[in-house]
């Protein structure tokens, strides 16, 4: 990435998976969404992404990977803390990601999301173009 870059690092409450976001959104600029899906409702996650970024993701231990739905993406959630830190998908063959803004301190907190994300009825097709549209590419350990 060139020019001004915004880093920001964090993981999961005990420490063993650390999250690394690179974007050239300045931190106030960073808006969090908010999914209605029946899993993401019952975790407080903020979801961001920027097709302009990257994450990157490293583990002390491998983390719980959990799939639903259209079984399209994994959702990364920490096998000893329980922190939900991401989901990611492979498309094409490259990573692509978004990241749960709760996993950085931020002095005051994330605003509140506007409005819930709805993606029921999106087909697996749209879905996957939509990932690799807007999510951003993922560093993973091994990769």
């Given at each position: 990435m060139d020019g001004g870059v915004t880093t920001?690092?964090?993981?999961?409450?005990?420490?063993?998976?650390?999250?690394?976001l690179e974007t050239p959104s300045s931190v106030g600029a960073i808006t969090p969404r908010m999914c209605g899906c029946g899993f993401c409702r019952k975790h407080p996650?903020?979801?961001?992404a920027d097709?302009?970024?990257?994450?990157?993701?490293?583990?002390a231990a491998e983390p719980?990977?959990?799939r639903f739905g259209t079984k399209t993406a994994d959702f990364l959630l920490c096998a000893q803390c329980g922190v939900i830190v991401a989901a990611i998908c492979t498309i094409e063959d490259a990573a692509y990601g978004i990241v749960n803004l709760n996993c950085f301190e931020r002095t005051g907190g994330w605003p509140e999301p506007d409005?819930?994300?709805?993606?029921d009825g999106e087909g697996t097709g749209d879905r996957l173009?939509?990932?690799?549209?807007?999510?951003?590419?993922?560093?993973?350990?091994?990769m």
């Amino acid at each position: 990435m060139d020019g001004g870059v915004t880093t920001l690092e964090g993981g999961c409450h005990c420490g063993t998976i650390a999250v690394k976001l690179e974007t050239p959104s300045s931190v106030g600029a960073i808006t969090p969404r908010m999914c209605g899906c029946g899993f993401c409702r019952k975790h407080p996650a903020k979801w961001f992404a920027d097709s302009h970024g990257r994450l990157t993701l490293s583990f002390a231990a491998e983390p719980t990977r959990y799939r639903f739905g259209t079984k399209t993406a994994d959702f990364l959630l920490c096998a000893q803390c329980g922190v939900i830190v991401a989901a990611i998908c492979t498309i094409e063959d490259a990573a692509y990601g978004i990241v749960n803004l709760n996993c950085f301190e931020r002095t005051g907190g994330w605003p509140e999301p506007d409005a819930l994300s709805d993606f029921d009825g999106e087909g697996t097709g749209d879905r996957l173009a939509r990932r690799a549209r807007n999510w951003m590419p993922v560093t993973l350990p091994n990769m």
